[in-house]
């Protein structure tokens, strides 16, 4: 079973600042996604990245999947207290035939006013 | 984003009975559906993988005979947990494969089950 390892894992910042959070792993995804969850609710899809390279932008929020296609970030520009929430970047493995995801650990963000 | 439903979005039960939970794609087919759980500050852990038309895949340590999933259309997948116990408490979330996207997963909302 392939390791997505997501960093930090707890996020505390100022409104305004900058942040980034990071998912890596050893293995080569064939897409890649981000989610934002929020308490009792279940995961909502930001963003599905699948080319090497590929940059996405989300209003504040911009996406990069690596050349290899093994890790991905994600970039938060002025965080607001709406951006509070948990982060998980999920993938699916490269030429598995299955289309499971394995899920990062998570980044719990807190945006404090 | 197309859309996935659960329910009951909350379900507490006593010991010893058996709990259903549905989940439905409302504006796409999905021959694949997907069955996790979440522990409180943890993330998603899945269960198994609902074929339509075929026997759920499960993943190692999850009890088939109880987590009971039948996939019988292309939009409803059940997961019945059966003879439930306190230790089976936790945050139930299914993911339907839109085939259509790319093979994007989306989420449904989470069923809370707390058994008593």
């Known amino acids: 079973t392939q390791l997505l390892e997501q960093s930090p894992q707890f996020l505390s910042i100022q409104e305004g600042e900058n942040l980034t959070v990071y998912c890596n792993s050893s293995s080569v995804f064939s897409s890649l996604q981000w989610y934002r969850q929020e308490p009792g609710e279940g995961p909502v899809l930001l963003v599905t990245?699948?080319?090497?390279?590929e940059v996405k932008k989300l209003k504040r929020l911009t996406f990069q999947f690596g050349d290899a296609r093994k890790d991905s970030s994600l970039h938060i520009t002025a965080a607001q207290p709406g951006d509070t929430g948990l982060y998980l970047c999920a993938a699916t493995q490269a030429g598995a035939g299955s289309y499971q995801l394995t899920f990062g650990k998570g980044t719990k963000l807190s945006v404090i006013p | 984003g197309a859309v996935v439903s659960q329910h009951p979005s909350r379900v507490i039960c006593k010991s010893g009975t058996s709990v259903k939970i549905e989940c439905r794609s409302l504006d796409f087919q999905a021959t694949t559906m997907f069955w996790y759980r979440q522990f409180p500050k943890q993330s998603l852990m899945l269960m198994a993988t609902?074929?339509?038309?075929?026997?759920?895949?499960?993943e190692q340590g999850v009890e088939k005979d109880k987590f009971l999933i039948n996939h019988a259309s292309l939009t409803l997948s059940t997961l019945t947990v059966t003879s439930a116990h306190p230790e089976d408490s936790s945050f139930y979330i299914c993911?339907?494969?839109?085939?259509?996207?790319?093979?994007?997963?989306?989420f449904g909302p989470g069923t809370r089950l707390t058994v008593l």
């Open positions: 990245v699948v080319t090497g390279g």
């Open positions: 609902s074929n339509e038309g075929s026997k759920a895949t499960y």
């Open positions: 993911s339907a494969r839109d085939a259509g996207a790319g093979d994007t997963q989306y």
